[in-house]
């Protein structure tokens, strides 16, 4: 579902993102964690508030995904390479 969510949004569908904003409220931890390793790919900072929100969950493992999510929505941009 998650890979899935990520075609949708290469050309940039705005429900993809709130697709992946509801499978972080999903019951099952998998989808919990498949959402927030879809949000670093989809990297929208915009995903950095409900991560932060979502961030004290009782599975371990969608805790270390939001995690690691979150520290790819605070990398700053690479500059361009020169043309």
Do not use: Y
């Not at 899935?4 to 993809?16: T, V």
């Not at 964690?33 to 979502?54: D, N, S």
């Not at 995690?67 to 605070?74: E, F, Y």
């Amino acid at each position: 579902m998650g890979n899935a969510l990520f075609a949708l949004d290469l050309p940039h569908e705005p429900a993809a993102g709130k697709l992946a904003e509801e499978m972080l409220g999903d019951a099952r931890p998998e989808f919990r964690r498949t959402a927030a390793w879809l949000m670093g790919k989809m990297a929208q900072p915009e995903f950095a508030r409900c991560l932060q929100q979502a961030a004290d969950n009782e599975d371990a493992g969608v805790r270390e995904a939001i995690a690691r999510t979150l520290g790819v929505l605070r990398k700053p941009e690479l500059p361009a390479a020169p043309s």
